[in-house]
């Protein structure tokens, strides 16, 4: 899943829902789940997801939604190896990446 948000410092929790097509509630119900969800919040107790966060989610929501993943499994899962799970899921993300670029070029040829 690529996700497609500008480039900045903290994410308001409606942008974060709206880049993964998610409803608000479901990425505060993954926060008091996932330990690795963190977000800071400003004075109003508005959360503040920073890029982290958003790679995190990211994690989260291909392990959950789109691997079936329960949250259990999920859990244990982000538990055993974090490292391999979050360098594997790049390595997927840049080949997604590069095959939707030869795809563009495939369809101007």
Do not use: C
């Amino acid at each position: 899943m690529h996700i497609d948000l500008p480039e900045k410092r903290y994410y308001k929790i409606g942008e974060v829902a709206q880049a993964f097509q998610v409803n608000t509630s479901l990425i505060r119900f993954w926060e008091k789940e996932f330990d690795v969800l963190k977000p800071k919040k400003n004075a109003k107790g508005n959360r503040l997801f920073t890029q982290e966060d958003l790679k995190n989610i990211k994690l989260i929501y291909n392990l959950v939604k789109e691997n079936g993943f329960t949250l259990e499994g999920a859990k244990q899962k982000l538990k055993k190896n974090p490292t391999a799970i979050f360098h594997n899921h790049e390595i997927i993300s840049r080949l997604e990446a590069v095959k939707a670029e030869l795809i563009k070029i495939k369809n101007q040829l």
